[in-house]
């Protein structure tokens, strides 16, 4: 492929050709030579559209909400892409999927564009993958971006945190406050949702979230999450999220650029972490030495401890080892 | 905590002691400061446990299966160490350790040891703690060791391919013989069993993997999967399993060694990946270099390539660009 296809495909996208879009964003996920070119063509049109994070345990409604949202957004007239990601389990592609066809009356709408991507086994990426896809969407004109993922993991809030906004939904039973807790998905959140309201132990669960946020928040500068209480499924409550969300982007407008930028340096340490692995290992002299240390019976800790000593070394000032 | 305190543990565990066994496997679940030098301690008894890896999509019945293959290791009055462990869904804790009360005519026989590790959300670390937990497992005495994990995806895929033998489990219908291949599951199955062989669809199955597996190792000089059926709640073909893992580690008997110490540079690797992400973002001037190129407008992959350039000189020969 020339750079001038590159450039083609990128001028295409901007043109606001629907194919183009669609063919970007599987270079975004192909990790494809061509993409960080491309981007580069586009690159000035990136960062328009605000970008919505939506995560939870599976079974809280997400889907359900995220329909409910996309709905709000177009009844401002408004466009939308979400870009529904599963990135640690690949064999629920079908359920995902699945639950897109709720979606379906969106699907003859050209406002709405919706992906999907699931995890093909490959080394991580998928982080990186959505977060292009995001910046092809936002390039592309859509109004607003949001990215869903299907579980709860690492994987999980590696996707979403790369959004402007992170709304963690949770429903009574599926997953109760303590799990909650516990799985740091309060520490990603900006706001959170209780769906399905109307089952038994939403008022509790709720007052149960509000707590851990007050006592994580409490005498910190930092931005509370409101906790907002809906049922998706019965299209009550909507807006109170879609207020919450408001709310936090008309406190995110101050410093935007500084929150987006240090989520881009996220981005960076991602690509450069590994771009550093497979330089070091898979094409560079890394694998053999720590086999030569462990020949001589020292532990595999040993062996790092050598290695990361070796590595250290040679990258003087750009590395600090923790004052232990 | 003195050296003399860690010494200490890691010879009441060599002592046989199962309080300091379930002690020493929270200090590599919690990466404890102490563990690296407790298994300086212990390391010369590492290594004589066969370990096996147990995965495959949710439903499959990994561990009614696993339940089994334990109950056949004390049949030959051997004993078993299960490790259980759920990387990406810190919210299945419950359904994990719900899975296990199957196991509960187990909790009174010594000769089983059971513990479940899920993620906290914690940044990965995970296989790494199940490496560490299966070698404490391993020093300890235990005879067999087995590695279970819940879903399936690359963090699983990393747990488990740490073991000698990786069992994948399938199931007609939870997951067919598509998405088993395109997850990757494949790639790492040195067994692949294909469980509740009662249900339609079983045969089928088995013969896709047959034919799957066939086309990945034909003409190769590699380990060709069997593929076997069961019904582990039936209690039915469960020594066709035992087989198909005792023929694989025939196999590796020639090579054991080599097979483990290449599974040890990928531990390696992981430490060192975790150390030096650590010393260039978190302690070192990484993130600042990043933050003041993208002030200057240029995108992530761009500031990426610069500073991938600046580490990759001060790395010298340790590192080899592929060439492209």
Redesign the interface.
């Known amino acids: 492929m020339t750079d001038a296809t590159r450039a083609s495909l990128a001028d295409r996208l901007l043109a606001g050709e629907r194919g183009a879009l669609a063919r970007m964003i599987s270079w975004a996920e192909n990790a494809h030579a061509g ?2 070119a491309a ?2 063509a586009f ?1 000035s049109r990136v960062g328009r559209a605000p970008r919505l994070g939506i995560t939870g ?1 599976p079974g809280a409604g997400k889907s359900t909400l995220v329909d409910e949202l996309a709905r709000a957004v177009r009844a401002q007239e408004r466009t939308v892409g979400v870009l529904a990601v599963d ?5 629920t ?2 359920a995902l999927l699945g639950d897109r066809i709720r979606m379906e009356d969106h699907t003859t709408d050209p406002g709405v564009f919706i992906r999907s991507m699931a ?6 990426g998928m982080a990186r993958a959505a ?1 292009d896809a995001m910046d092809v969407m936002d390039a592309y004109g859509l109004d607003e971006v949001f990215v869903e993922t299907v ?7 590696d996707v979403v945190a790369a959004a402007d906004t992170v709304l963690v939904v949770l429903c009574p039973g ?2 109760d406050g303590v ?2 807790l ?4 309060l ?1 990603v959140a900006d706001v959170i949702a209780i769906n399905k309201a109307d089952l038994p132990g939403a008022d509790r669960l709720a007052t149960d979230m509000e707590e851990s946020v007050h006592i994580r928040t409490a005498g910190r500068e930092v931005w509370t999450p409101p906790v907002v209480t809906c049922s998706a499924g019965r299209r009550d409550g909507v807006e109170r999220v879609l207020e919450a969300i408001a709310s936090h982007r008309a406190h995110l407008e101050d410093h935007l650029v500084e929150h987006r ?1 240090a989520k ?2 996220q ?3 991602q ?3 590994q ?13 053999p ?3 030569a240390h ?2 001589e ?1 020292v ?7 050598r ?2 000593e ?3 070394r ?9 004052s232990a």
Chains 1, 2 share one sequence.
């Open positions: 993409f960080p981007l580069e690159w345990p990135p640690s389990s690949p064999l592609g079908g995890s093909r086994g490959s080394h991580g977060v579980g709860v993991g690492q994987a999980e809030y599926a997953g799990q909650a516990k799985s740091g998905l520490e930028r881009r340096v981005q960076v340490r690509v450069v972490g771009r550093l692995d497979h330089a070091l290992w898979v094409t560079g002299a890394c694998a030495r720590v086999e462990l020949r019976g532990t595999p800790y040993a062996a790092a401890a290695l990361f070796d590595l250290t040679s990258l003087g000032d750009l590395v600090q080892e923790p």
